[in-house]
């Protein structure tokens, strides 16, 4: 799965998908999926998932100030509140899409 182009449109990701569909994804719903370890948490060898107390989310959270592509596999946003660790694997941000819709 590729995504032949990504641009923020008002308060959307919007994708078109090399097999020509087109996906929107809410900015609020992509920060909130954020698979970084510092959102998400992360597990040890033997399963034990930590994570860090959650945090509320100011409204600059959910501002995309930019996208960057990661090789041909992913993208990484960078958001209003400096938060820039979370790597959206092409097929993750899909599925975040096609639960959405």
Known sequence: MQAADIQQIGN????????GADSYVPLETLRRRCPCAGCKGEMDVMGNLYKMPEKPLSDAAFRLQGIVRIGTYAVQPMWGDCHTSGIFSFDYLRQIADAIS
């Not at 959307?12 to 097999?19: G, S």
């Open 12 to 19: 959307d990701l919007a994708v078109r998908w090399d097999d």
